[in-house]
């Protein structure tokens, strides 16, 4: 089996033999909370694609067969759709139904958000931001919102996130019944305990539902509905965990549990945080907690 050095050589060569008209450049582009390398396919018009190099290792590691590698590369390189979400976005009244709020990392994630000029504004240790989302048979692409969109728009950011906000729709269920639904389960099968103390937010999508954490009249009505202020744990860009306060274990105890998430169930191009949150219903605000 060929080493990822030795892939990467055998890839380009394959690329240049698979599409000899078009010109194969190495490329590496800010991904969120990483840097991913590939080769770009420039051919004709302006659309040009890029595989990731990485991607299609993990395909040759499964099957050690370059050809197989290459027949997976035709799923991904799909010039007319890309076109024809591009022509969606550029039109302001057919996108901004389909725009959402999402969260990553500051840290990680500073330098892809500036270096692609999205819009995102901080909040506590993230970068708030915008996309447009597209589903179609074959899934949900996602297309983050840069400042050239909003000239092409003419719009504000203000207006953007506003938009954004109001298009966004949350689910809060309690921890068993996610966990019910994932196994394909009733919650009386379940050899968990019956009472409610974790809550899952996220999305309709379960798509970068993330961003509920900041959706202050979902913090608050649920708050009011459970009777207690909670802690808020991160648990992917898709989602994050409520754990209501008069029932948590220690703080100690629940700084561990996020960094047991991460570090064996969250793939790294989806992980938020390592940080513990508090929502404070007399404060209305969510705030990071310290953790000695």
């Given at each position: ?266 793939k790294e191009e989806e992980f938020l945080s390592e940080n513990v949150y508090f929502y404070s219903r007399e404060a209305h605000q969510v705030k990071i907690v310290e953790v000695n």
């Amino acid at each position: 089996m060929l080493n990822y050095e030795e892939f990467e050589r055998e890839f380009e060569k394959a690329l240049e033999k698979k599409y000899p008209e078009a010109k194969i450049v190495r490329q590496s582009r800010y991904k969120f909370n990483k840097i991913k390398k590939g080769f770009m396919i420039e051919g004709e018009g302006n659309i040009h694609p890029i595989v990731y190099t990485e991607d299609f290792y993990e395909v040759y590691q499964r099957f050690e067969e370059m050809d197989l590698v290459l027949d997976s590369i035709d799923a991904a390189v799909e010039c007319d759709k890309m076109n024809a979400y591009k022509d969606i976005v550029k039109d302001w009244n057919q996108t901004k139904e389909y725009i959402y709020p999402y969260i990553v990392n500051m840290d990680k994630n500073q330098l892809c958000m500036d270096c692609h000029d999205y819009v995102y504004k901080q909040r506590l240790d993230f970068a708030y931001s915008v996309y447009v989302e597209i589903a179609d048979d074959d899934g949900i692409a996602c297309v983050n919102i840069s400042h050239e969109l909003l000239r092409l728009w003419e719009v504000s950011e203000e207006e953007v996130f506003a938009i954004a906000e109001k298009n966004a729709k949350y689910d809060v269920r309690p921890m068993q019944q996610v966990i019910a639904e994932i196994m394909d389960k009733d919650v009386s099968e379940l050899d968990i305990p019956e009472d409610e103390v974790m809550y899952v937010v996220t999305n309709t999508t379960k798509n970068r539902g993330a961003a509920g954490m900041f959706d202050f009249d979902l913090l608050r009505k649920t708050a009011e509905k459970l009777d207690s202020d909670f802690y808020i744990l991160p648990s992917s860009i898709h989602e994050v965990i409520l754990v209501l306060e008069k029932e948590a274990p220690s703080m100690q105890k629940l700084k561990e549990l996020v960094g047991d998430v991460n570090r064996c169930h969250v793939k790294e191009e989806e992980f938020l945080s390592e940080n513990v949150y508090f929502y404070s219903r007399e404060a209305h605000q969510v705030k990071i907690v310290e953790v000695n």
